[in-house]
């Protein structure tokens, strides 16, 4: 079992960054792949990022590609997304997964733990 827990939401104003952290515990998740969805009130869970197990490709949503950037530790477990330029589009709780795969996927369905997630409020 895995178990992973999101910090760093808050309430910045459009053009703000943040920097979300993902810790996992209870076993390494450096042979999974991670990712980073959101899910905005009253629309589905949507892919924002994703990241190979060893860290050497990265896999992004159109909407986010260039402003925000998805890293690792696994060394520490962790796993981290920056936001950069952010828009009151960005609105959403942002969730950590962790993947049945090495491979940075973006459907959800290739994810079988998820954290509680984090409010991320861009204000305009």
């Known amino acids: 079992q895995v178990q992973l827990v999101e910090s760093g939401g808050g309430l910045v104003q459009a053009g703000g960054s943040l920097r979300l952290s993902c810790t996992a515990s209870?076993?390494?998740?450096?042979?999974?792949?991670m990712g980073w969805f959101r899910q905005a009130p009253g629309k589905e869970r949507e892919f924002v990022a994703a990241?190979?197990?060893?860290?050497?490709?990265?896999n992004y949503a159109a909407s986010v590609k260039g402003r925000f950037t998805i890293s690792r530790d696994n060394g520490k477990n962790m796993v981290y997304l920056q936001l950069n330029s952010l828009k009151p589009e960005d609105t959403a709780v942002y969730y950590c997964?962790?993947?049945?795969?090495?491979?940075?996927?973006?459907?959800?369905?290739?994810?079988?733990?998820w954290g509680q997630g984090t409010q991320v409020t861009v204000s305009s």
């Open positions: 997964a962790a993947a049945r795969t090495i491979f940075p996927m973006a459907l959800s369905s290739q994810y079988n733990y």
């Open positions: 209870g076993r390494t998740v450096s042979t999974s792949a």
């Open positions: 990241i190979s197990s060893n860290g050497g490709s990265t």
